[in-house]
């Protein structure tokens, strides 16, 4: 066994792994990719190696067919067709032949970096391209050195083509016919990966594997779950967060034909109502029948109004720090006059992916089987396996297919799952899907938090920020959480200070704190988390600053940057390239605005050609351009930029917040929360990807931060206003 | 519970539940049809699309008591109409999906727009489409394809 | 609520109670007879055909009535008149379009298991009979009398076709029977019963549907 330092990981992991090779049952070849791995210190015992399967990334079928693991949930990023990609190209398999699925729950398919099997930080091709790679070349080397044995040739005198292997005197054989040989070889401990002009399939615009069954309603969802003799299950859960089920009267719920049980269950805070019938809306409609008393007298009743007002005032005061460079004394010289002073805020955002939560459970007793499409799947592994009072390893966790999450999949506390696996618990033996309503997500929390940021920026005759002073308030994500060890330092959780703290400004004399008041509304990380609001405030500031400087708002941004900011500069100077042509000649009531950001490492920069009509801003183009260092699959990087603009909108929307009012959520559905349509996002979205040979960095997030600001300051040049607030409620 | 006969994409059944159960549900859960999806249950995304005598219809806010015997296409069955097929292939060939909960809606509706007008405008796209919800915004990729199939398609 | 100029709500309700026994004859009398009843003509004076298209305005102003007739290229919807959810729009007909149509969600009768209202051939009214302008401001009492007396705005209806559309057009009647929302309440209904509405259409028809003047 050998360490292998996996390129380019911030924590520099020492990890030892090897290929565990096998023949599997039906002939083909199952490799397996062990990883011992330093978990994170709060997640205990090292993991155990495992027997196949369930363990495997890549199966040579006997017919040639290849399978191959993903070890990340597909919930629209492109991760079941580019992961495969990655694999398929160091092994030269026929990518026609390759098939894709999604892993179990296991060890071995854990995030190298984070050690927990997730999706979600834009990670996955950041954190598993080296990984796959490794897993395709060995299984590539292992096929050529049965080959050559057979041959009696030297490996090196082969080649590797679309599953073939080919000698150096025209001989020839498929994968499929040396899988079994291949399997007794021993696995290489070094293997030579190949060079980027090697690469058939990466870098490539490879369709999607799994667009077909989405098309022509075949494909199969969490929600789509149907098993022999299985119930479904809904939740009343209490109307102010943290209640109790204090009585309740369930006869007329009961009367319904179909109804199987109504009981009390926990949560993670509070209790509810569980419902269970034979299908969904039998359940749906005796639990409109429950009436149930709650006691939510010793909980927060939270208000919007209030909680704006109480945000504002800390604002006023210094937070915890996060960052505090140079003098801070240097605002106190800058006169009023040369001073921004701004005030911003943001409201709850509820991610409210297509497919409403849901999760399967059939508890045995000594054993339990979980079908989710959970970005989660360990930790929730470990969450249902303690409601069970079972071992995760009795828990088999099967990953569906999701549609969409956001964010909104991945929660520590594992809530959704605790709740299934407390029903589950009382029907033995029989299997229960636990079923979101719309509502049940548009009210049941775990939103992106309420913010105010107040910023202070003293500017020079050049008009350039020469001080800085920046106040966070928002609730903290990751505090209670097994990330807060990771993630909060100084009593400042840096996913609510991700984008500001952090900025590739050079700005001097630069201060920025936060507070995390607590306050009785669950919180969760939504696509891109605190760039979200970050990413608005500065670039809506810098885009100030630039026309008070009456400076070009690409070329204040370049000035503004510190040299080392590359990413930033290069998709600045694309964006320069591809867009100022017609940027220069845009109709009369339309606008141009630019914003660039950076987050999970990679830079992102856009402009957008904007009007008025119906009283709402009209995106009519947005240019982007994005270093994601090495661009695996341009297809799929593309439909995240254009999707990742589209997602970004919901900020903009006049109904795109979460309000509550005396602890309730004000919103039901879609009428109440309204994210965009198609009307709502740019018309046309042309996407430039910037060469690049750095280890590739995610494209999932990265583009949500900046279409806010963009459009806004579009918006600022045809009304000559600031918009500080989120959502745009009026113009 | 009433009994009632539907015709399902040219196929006869019987169900027998709650006359207010949502046709979605009867498809979902009676008929072991998942292709059309829940996504709101109020009308407002259009995941629930079907086609219903022949009009696109959110199949989530109609019980089954209002069917009657109006024939019912759900996305399983569109593909063996030229069109649907057509529509279908191009959002295959343009990778318009990503997740693809909303698309089986947004298919629905494409061919309901194409039946209805061979060769749309932009703003007679948008305008359909405009009650489809795609929370990943695939929509870019849904204006393309609609074009590209419409182009396809013989006068 | 808005509702224009309206009399104060006593005195009309005070009016229907006295009238409502007239009324309630007549139409016992036509469902014994079981024919078009053509009722004698009283002496019913423009004062009181005035104070019925009152009672009518105030029905047609209501959100039930108002909420599908827009000056806009959307329908309303709710007691708050706000824009009708996911961008539903007029379509070429009123009837909204390809893959959006109104019946793509109204089916002929109220869905009150899915809070869906319903009634036969749901549709927008034509801009013709637009009863509130672009900015969503209910017109006034003479703006209203008089679009729906003009014949070349409302369908060639005169004041005995007008009372026929009061009393068996299905959307009109849908008015007073809307079913109930997704959270199982009731529907707000108009100020009038559906009888009261007919009835005080009738009283202004036989007074020559008279208009108040404009201001």
Not at chain 1, 182 to 204: E, H, I
Not at chain 1, 391 to 397: D, S
Not at chain 2, 69 to 85: F, H, K, M, Q, S
Request: with cysteine; proline share 7%; hydrophobic share 40%.
């Amino acid at each position: 066994m050998r360490d292998i330092h996996t390129t380019g990981n911030v924590l520099n992991l020492t990890r030892r792994s090897f290929l565990r090779v096998s023949a599997s049952a039906a002939g083909g070849l199952l490799v397996s990719l062990h990883l011992d791995l330093p978990l994170a210190a709060q997640e205990g015992a090292q993991p155990k190696p495992k027997a196949y399967p369930p363990d495997a990334f890549v199966q040579i079928k006997p017919d040639g067919k290849i399978l191959i693991t993903v070890n990340r949930l597909e919930f629209g990023q492109g991760v079941y067709t580019s992961l495969p990609m990655i694999l398929a190209d160091e092994m030269d398999a026929d990518w026609s032949h390759v098939m894709a699925e999604l892993a179990p729950a296991a060890d071995v398919y854990k995030d190298p970096l984070y050690g927990i099997q997730m999706v979600g930080g834009s990670g996955s091709i950041a954190h598993s391209f080296q990984q796959y790679r490794e897993v395709g070349a060995k299984t590539r080397a292992m096929l050529v050195a049965a080959a050559a044995g057979q041959w009696k040739v030297a490996p090196d005198q082969c080649r590797t083509e679309a599953s073939v292997v080919h000698g150096p005197s025209g001989q020839s054989a498929q994968y499929a016919e040396l899988a079994q040989a291949a399997a007794r070889q021993p696995v290489p401990a070094t293997v030579q990966l190949k060079t980027p002009s090697q690469f058939r399939l990466v870098g490539k615009p490879v369709r999607r594997l799994d667009s077909r069954p989405k098309c022509d309603g075949s494909i199969k969802f969490g929600l789509d779950l149907d098993l022999p003799g299985m119930k479904t299950a809904v939740v009343a859960r209490p109307p102010v967060f943290g209640g109790r089920v204090k009585t309740f009267d369930d006869k007329a719920a009961r009367s319904i034909e179909g109804v199987r049980e109504v009981f009390e269950i926990p949560l993670v805070r509070g209790t509810a109502m569980a419902v269970v019938a034979d299908k969904f809306w039998t359940a749906k409609q005796a639990r409109d029948r429950l009436k149930i008393d709650w006691d939510v007298s010793a909980v927060e009743h939270v208000g919007t109004e209030e909680l704006s007002a109480k945000y504002k005032e800390l604002a006023r005061t210094p937070g915890n720090i996060a960052v505090n460079r140079g003098d801070q004394k240097a605002m106190d010289a800058v006169s009023p006059a040369n001073q921004i002073v701004a005030e911003y805020e943001f409201p709850y955002l509820a991610h409210a992916p297509m497919e409403p939560l849901n999760t399967t459970i059939r508890f045995d007793g000594d054993r339990a089987e979980v079908w989710a499409g959970s970005q989660f799947q360990t930790v929730d592994q470990m969450a249902i396996a303690e409601v069970l009072g079972l071992k995760p390893e009795q828990v088999t966790f099967h990953t569906e297919m999701a549609g969409g999450g956001f964010g909104r999949r991945a929660v520590p506390d594992s809530h959704v799952q605790r709740e299934a696996a407390a029903i589950a618990k009382r029907f033995r033996g029989t299997p229960v899907k636990l079923v979101w309503t719309r509502e049940d997500d548009v009210q049941g929390g775990y939103y992106r938090p309420m913010h105010v940021h107040r910023v202070q920026i003293g500017i020079d005759h050049g008009g350039m920020p020469i001080a800085w002073r920046h106040v966070i308030v928002g609730q903290s994500i990751v505090t209670g959480t097994p990330f807060a060890a990771l993630l909060i330092k100084n009593g400042v959780d840096e996913t609510a200070v991700e984008g500001s703290a952090d900025t590739h400004y050079k700005i001097p004399n630069f201060h920025v704190s936060a507070h995390h008041p607590t306050v009785n509304v669950p919180v969760l990380w939504w696509r891109s988390v605190g760039h979200t609001h970050s990413g608005f405030v500065m670039e809506t500031l810098v885009d100030e600053l630039a026309t008070r400087a009456k400076m070009d708002p690409i070329a204040y941004r370049l000035k503004l940057l510190s040299p080392d900011a590359k990413k930033l500069r290069a998709c600045l100077a694309l964006l320069e390239q591809k867009s100022a042509t017609w940027r220069k000649s845009v109709p009369r009531n339309h606008a141009v605005g630019i914003a660039c950001h950076e987050s999970f490492e990679t830079g992102v920069a856009c402009a957008v050609e904007v009007s008025i009509e119906d009283q709402r801003p009209r995106i009519h183009r947005a240019t982007i351009a994005v270093d994601p260092g090495v661009a695996v699959n341009p297809l799929t990087i593309e439909s995240q930029m254009q999707g990742g603009l589209g997602f970004g909108v919901t900020q903009l929307m006049a109904k795109g917040a979460i309000t509550l009012k005396n602890g309730r959520v004000e919103q039901r559905n879609f009428d109440g929360y309204t994210p965009p349509y198609i009307k709502d996002v740019p018309v046309a979205v042309d996407v430039h990807i910037v060469p690049g040979t750095e280890k590739p960095s995610g494209c999932g997030e990265p583009p949500v931060p900046v279409i806010a600001p963009a459009v806004v300051n579009a918006l600022a040049k045809l009304t000559g206003k600031r918009y500080r607030s989120l959502p745009l409620v009026s113009l | 519970m009433e009994t009632y006969k539907i015709n399902v994409n040219g196929v006869s059944k019987q169900v027998t539940v709650d006359p207010g159960t949502p046709l979605l549900w009867v498809l979902r859960e009676e008929l072991k049809m998942t292709g059309t999806k829940y996504g709101c249950g109020i009308g407002a995304c259009g995941a629930c699309t079907v086609h219903l005598d022949g009009v696109a219809t959110r199949s989530c806010v109609v019980p089954i008591s209002l069917v009657g015997n109006r024939p019912v296409v759900t996305i399983e069955a569109i593909a063996t109409d030229p069109l649907g097929r057509t529509v279908q292939d191009e959002w295959v060939s343009l990778d318009v999906v990503q997740c693809g909960y909303c698309q089986s809606g947004q298919i629905m509706s494409a061919v309901a727009l194409l039946k209805s007008i061979p060769k749309p405008t932009d703003t007679e796209i948008e305008e359909s489409m405009g009650g489809n919800l795609c929370r990943c915004a695939t929509y870019l990729r849904i204006r393309e394809a609609i074009k590209s199939a419409s182009q396809q398609l013989k006068r | 609520m808005m509702l224009g100029h309206v009399a104060p709500s006593g005195a009309t309700r005070k009016f229907s109670t006295m009238r409502y026994c007239k009324i309630a004859l007549l139409f016992a009398l036509v469902a014994l007879t079981g024919c078009t009843y053509n009722p004698p003509k009283m002496a019913t004076t423009r004062a009181d055909g005035l104070a019925a298209w009152q009672q009518v305005y105030s029905v047609l102003t209501h959100p039930r009535c108002i909420n599908c007739h827009t000056a806009t290229n959307y329908p309303q919807q709710g007691d708050d008149r706000h824009r009708h959810f996911a961008n539903v729009v007029r379509g070429p007909e009123g009837k909204g379009v390809p893959a959006l149509q109104c019946v793509t969600c109204h089916q002929d009768a109220n869905a009150d298991s899915t809070g869906l209202p319903g009634a036969h051939d749901w549709h927008l009214a034509p801009l013709s009979m637009k009863w509130q302008d672009l900015n969503d401001k209910v017109l006034s009492s003479a703006e209203i009398c008089g679009a729906i007396t003009d014949r070349s705005k409302n369908n060639n209806r005169d004041g005995a076709a007008l009372l026929k559309h009061h009393t068996e057009e299905p959307l009109a009647l849908w008015a007073f029977q809307p079913g109930r929302r997704i959270d199982g309440s009731m529907r707000t209904l108009p100020p009038l019963t559906r009888e009261e509405f007919v009835a005080a259409t009738r009283k202004w028809v036989e007074a020559g549907t008279p208009c108040p003047q404009t201001h």
